[in-house]
C-alpha cells in the first residue's frame, strides 16, 4: 500500500498532461464560467510481488482520470462524490490494485460547456476473456446533480421519444442479421444471433442513458452480450438532432438552450 502512495504522489506532482477540455476532450486552457476546468492525470498502479509471481502479465494497470475544478465549493464536492473510482465501476484504486483483471482505465470528455459536462469512463481488462465496460455522467455544472431523462424530456411524450429510439435500434438488429447473410455466416450462427436480439427492446428505463454534443443526443444502448456473442452486438449509439427532439425537449431545462 506505501508503494501504491508512493507512485500515486509522485504522478500527482507531475501531471502528465494538464489541459483545460472543451467539448472534444483535449484543447487550450479557455476561461472558466459554463464549464469546468478538467485536468487529464495518469497513475500506473504497480500490483504487489505475490500477484506478480502469479500473474507476471498483470505486473502494472495505468490508470487516467480526470481531475476536475472551477466550480463553486458545493458543486464541486458534488461532482467530486459522483467522479469517485468507487462510484463509476464499484471499485476503488486500492481494489484494482489487489485484483489482477485491470489493464487500462480512461475517461473522455463529450461536452463541457453550457453549464453541462458530458463524460464517459471505459475500463478494459482480462480474466477468463479480455472484456471491456463504460459508464457515462452527465451533470449539471449549476448544482452538481447527474441529469436525467425527466429533467430533459416532456413527460407526457418520453414514451414516444422511448419508441423512436427503439425502431433505431430494430433497424440496426435487422442490419447485422443481413450483414451477417450477406457474408455468408455459418446458419448456426445466424441463429444465435437472430435469438439474442429477441429480447431487445429500447424503453422509458433505458431513455435517463444519453450523451449530448452540440448539435444533438445520442442514446445509449447496452445489450449485455456475453463474450461469446459480442462480435454479434449492435453498437446502441442512436443519434438524434436537436431540431428532431424539439418537441420532447423541455424548453426550461438543462437542455432548453439547445432549441433554436
Same mark, same amino acid.
Given at each position: 500500500?506505501?508503494?501504491?502512495?508512493l507512485?500515486f504522489?509522485?504522478?500527482?506532482?507531475?501531471?502528465v498532461?494538464?489541459?483545460s477540455?472543451?467539448?472534444?476532450?483535449?484543447?487550450a486552457?479557455?476561461?472558466?464560467?459554463?464549464?469546468?476546468?478538467?485536468?487529464?492525470r495518469?497513475l500506473v498502479?504497480?500490483r &504487489?510481488?505475490e500477484?506478480v509471481?502469479?500473474?507476471? #502479465?498483470k505486473?502494472?494497470?495505468?490508470?487516467?482520470?480526470p481531475?476536475?475544478s472551477?466550480?463553486?465549493p458545493?458543486?464541486q464536492?458534488r461532482?467530486?462524490?459522483?467522479l469517485?473510482?468507487?462510484n463509476?465501476?464499484?471499485?476503488s484504486?486500492?481494489?484494482?490494485?489487489?485484483?489482477?483483471w485491470?489493464d487500462?482505465?480512461d475517461?473522455?470528455?463529450n /461536452?463541457?460547456?453550457?453549464n453541462?459536462?458530458d463524460?464517459?469512463?471505459s475500463?478494459s @481488462?482480462?480474466?477468463?476473456y479480455p472484456?471491456? /465496460?463504460s459508464? /457515462?455522467?452527465l451533470i449539471?455544472?449549476?448544482? @452538481?446533480?447527474?441529469?436525467?431523462?425527466?429533467?430533459?424530456?416532456?413527460?407526457?411524450?418520453?414514451?414516444q421519444?422511448?419508441?423512436?429510439?427503439?425502431?433505431k =435500434?430494430?433497424?440496426e +438488429?435487422k442490419?447485422?442479421?443481413q450483414?451477417?447473410?450477406d &457474408?455468408?455466416?455459418d446458419?448456426?450462427?445466424?441463429r444465435?444471433?437472430?435469438?439474442?436480439q429477441?429480447p431487445?427492446?429500447?424503453?422509458?428505463?433505458n +431513455?435517463?442513458?444519453f &450523451?449530448?454534443g452540440r448539435t444533438?443526443?445520442?442514446?445509449?444502448?447496452?445489450?449485455g452480450?456475453?463474450?461469446?456473442?459480442?462480435a454479434?452486438?449492435?453498437?446502441g449509439?442512436?443519434?438524434?438532432s436537436? &431540431?428532431? =427532439?424539439?418537441?420532447?425537449?423541455?424548453?426550461? @431545462?438543462? +437542455?432548453?438552450?439547445?432549441? #433554436?
Open positions: 500500500m506505501q508503494r501504491l502512495i507512485v504522489v509522485t504522478l500527482l506532482g507531475c501531471a498532461l494538464t489541459t477540455v472543451g467539448q472534444s476532450g483535449v484543447g486552457r479557455t476561461n472558466v464560467g459554463d464549464r469546468a476546468i478538467i485536468q487529464r495518469k498502479l504497480i &504487489s510481488p500477484l509471481r502469479r500473474f507476471p #502479465h505486473k502494472r494497470a495505468v490508470v487516467t482520470y481531475v476536475v472551477g466550480l463553486s458545493a458543486v464536492r461532482v467530486s462524490s459522483i469517485d473510482f468507487k463509476i465501476f464499484d471499485y484504486l486500492k481494489d484494482y490494485r489487489e485484483d489482477t485491470l487500462e482505465f475517461y473522455v470528455v /461536452h463541457n460547456g453550457n453541462l459536462l463524460i464517459t469512463f475500463q @481488462g482480462s480474466g477468463a472484456d471491456d /465496460h459508464r /457515462h455522467f449539471d455544472l449549476r448544482n @452538481g446533480k447527474v441529469i436525467k431523462a425527466a429533467d430533459v424530456f416532456v413527460t407526457d411524450r418520453m414514451a421519444l422511448a419508441t423512436n429510439v427503439n425502431q =435500434l430494430q433497424a +438488429l442490419t447485422i442479421l450483414e451477417l447473410s &457474408s455468408k455466416t446458419a448456426e450462427d445466424i444465435i444471433a437472430r435469438e439474442a429477441e431487445l427492446r429500447f424503453t422509458l428505463e +431513455l435517463d442513458n &450523451s449530448i444533438g443526443i445520442t442514446f445509449l444502448y447496452d445489450a452480450y456475453p463474450h461469446a456473442i459480442q454479434f452486438e449492435p453498437v449509439h442512436y443519434f438524434f436537436y &431540431s428532431e =427532439l424539439k418537441p420532447y425537449i423541455k424548453p426550461d @431545462g438543462p +437542455l432548453g438552450q439547445f432549441l #433554436h
